[in-house]
């Protein structure tokens, strides 16, 4: 329980800070964010 | 026993280049090129007088150039008669608005005081930053394989004050402007340089804003066009042996064992090499030239996953005036925020709107030989432009942008242009695609963004076939000829290392 309620202040900070960063700086973010998943599979190219 | 040493597939600058330093390094090579000219992006074409540049339009960081000549026994300048081009742009802003950046850096900062005197010490101080980068980063970054992380730690541990520098590699193009700089005039008129690497301020890497000032250090056009270049290059191989064979299409790898062994023709010949070096785009190069046996389930997914890297359309316009114009290279710029927001609502969306931000080059300003007398060239390199138009083909839309585009440019830049065009000719990316067999017109390969570099773009040293190696756009260290370059460098020197 203490746990689920440590992860839920974190999501929060971070939806609160997110909700600060300017536009652009969203969409660098957003960018790399949907990038992400392919990081490992394109360590092996 | 093989037919040659190396065969390198395609004659752009990196397959040139890394021809020639392995023709030097006594090795016979052969060169096949599947159009009828060399160079790829950075090619010169002739047409009834006019010898018109098909993509790039001058070389920034001619030093990275000169290197790959001085492996060679000779230089950039004793192989490519260049002009020197200054100043390196004039910044033609939305409301008219205009701002020269003369290669002077102590000119430059008059400049920016006349339009913007808050921004002075700003400017010095993003100088001083990008001075700073740069002397890290040309120290070991352009010429070192960036494979695994093992290689990024020892780059960084041979030039340790890159680290230094680390944050610019996490924050974005417009980040790093917005830090030293407030006037939104100056900003936008430092804009368009993000999309030399392919993607719009908010999102290109910050360590790419060196590029507007990186520029000051000199910039180059090669007389009778770009195409001199990649000449050069040929020049230097052909010396030592090197074969170039043009018109010759490859339409598959041969591998045995995990092995590069030979490549076929469309012709259907077959030619053999103990080493394969492949300056075509890596994406396609994998998922289309190679047998997917060859290769593991985690590289194959991670070849689809690769995004292409945006296209440029590009008008052609020879005309029997002096446009009125000051400088080798104008920037049409919009906003910063207004370049951003036409990536996503517009060409991310498939469309392409006739109001036009991008570059006029003016390359019979510098070398009038390339036009009949009296008669001039420029270049247009408009916004990126979507492979896909929604709703519509590039076939079918190709007159009706050209003209309204002409139309737009007149009105806006050119007054007069449609009196005195003899000539305008449009390459949309799907001509692109087919030109140059650029997938989707694809003008730096891959995408150039943080999940893109170094060991998440394709290696120098294929991982998945032994005896294979990439140069060029797709490959460390990315899209640009000093780059592309830097990555025939680092192929030679694996190859060196690698296969005695």
């Known amino acids: ?45 | 026993m093989s037919d040659y040493d190396v065969i390198v597939i395609g004659a752009g600058i990196g397959g040139l280049c890394a021809g020639a330093l392995l023709a030097h390094q006594g090795r016979k090579v052969l060169v096949l090129e599947q159009a009828e000219r060399v160079g790829g992006c950075c090619s010169t074409y002739e047409l009834n007088g006019y010898r018109i540049d098909i993509g790039a339009s001058i070389i920034e960081f001619p030093q990275v150039i000169n290197w790959a000549f001085e492996r060679m026994g000779t230089t950039f300048r004793k192989e490519v008669d260049l002009i020197a081009v200054d100043p390196t742009f004039t910044a033609r802003l939305h409301d008219g608005t205009e701002i020269t950046f003369p290669i002077d850096l102590e000119k430059t900062k008059e400049e920016i005081r006349k339009l913007a005197p808050e921004d002075v010490r700003g400017w010095e101080a993003y100088a001083k930053e990008m001075d700073g980068f740069l002397k890290a980063a040309l120290d070991g970054f352009f010429v070192t394989p960036a494979r695994s992380l093992w290689d990024v730690c020892k780059l960084f541990a041979k030039t340790p004050s890159l680290l230094k520098y680390g944050s610019l590699f996490f924050g974005s193009y417009e980040g790093v402007l917005r830090k030293h700089l407030k006037n939104e005039k100056l900003l936008e008129a430092l804009s368009f340089h993000s999309f030399y690497c392919g993607l719009p301020p908010a999102i290109l890497p910050g360590h790419f804003s060196m590029i507007p000032y990186a520029e000051h250090a000199g910039i180059y056009y090669a007389r009778g066009g770009m195409i001199g270049i990649p000449l050069g290059f040929q020049k230097c191989g052909q010396r030592k042996g090197m074969e170039v064979r043009l018109n010759a299409t490859v339409e598959k790898v041969l591998v045995e064992n995990r092995t590069a062994k030979a490549v076929k023709l469309s012709d259907g010949t077959v030619i053999s090499a103990k080493v394969i070096v492949s300056d075509i785009n890596s994406k396609t190069f994998y998922t289309e030239m190679i047998d997917q046996n060859n290769l593991s389930w985690l590289a194959r997914a991670g070849y689809k996953s690769y995004r292409y890297s945006m296209a440029t359309p590009m008008i052609y316009l020879c005309l029997d005036y002096a446009p009125p114009l000051k400088d080798h290279h104008t920037l049409m710029t919009v906003p910063m925020q207004q370049m951003n927001d036409y990536w996503f609502d517009q060409y991310e969306k498939g469309r392409f709107p006739a109001e036009q931000f991008g570059i006029l080059s003016w390359t019979t300003r510098s070398d009038p030989s390339l036009a009949p007398a009296g008669h001039h060239i420029i270049a247009v390199t408009l916004a990126p432009g979507p492979y896909r138009l929604v709703g519509t083909t590039w076939d079918k839309e190709k007159e009706t942008i050209k003209q309204n585009v002409i139309k737009y440019l007149e009105s806006k830049y050119l007054p007069g242009l449609r009196d005195h065009i003899v000539h305008a000719d449009f390459s949309t990316p799907v001509d692109f695609e087919r030109r140059l067999r650029s997938p989707e017109g694809a003008i730096y390969a891959l995408r150039q963004d943080l999940t893109n570099a170094m060991m998440f773009r394709p290696s120098a040293k294929s991982k998945q076939i032994k005896r294979l190696y990439l140069v060029g756009a797709s490959t460390h260290p990315g899209g640009g000829v000093p780059t592309v370059t830097a990555s025939a460098m680092i192929a030679s020197d694996l190859i060196a290392q690698y296969e005695s």
Request: hydrophobic share 50%; glycine share 2%; proline share 4%.
């Open chain 1, 1 to 45: 329980m203490k746990a689920v309620r440590i992860i839920a202040v974190i999501a929060g900070c971070l939806v609160i800070l997110y909700a600060t960063l300017t536009k652009s700086r969203k969409q660098f973010i957003k960018n790399l964010l949907s990038q992400a998943p392919y990081l490992i599979p394109r360590y092996f190219t």
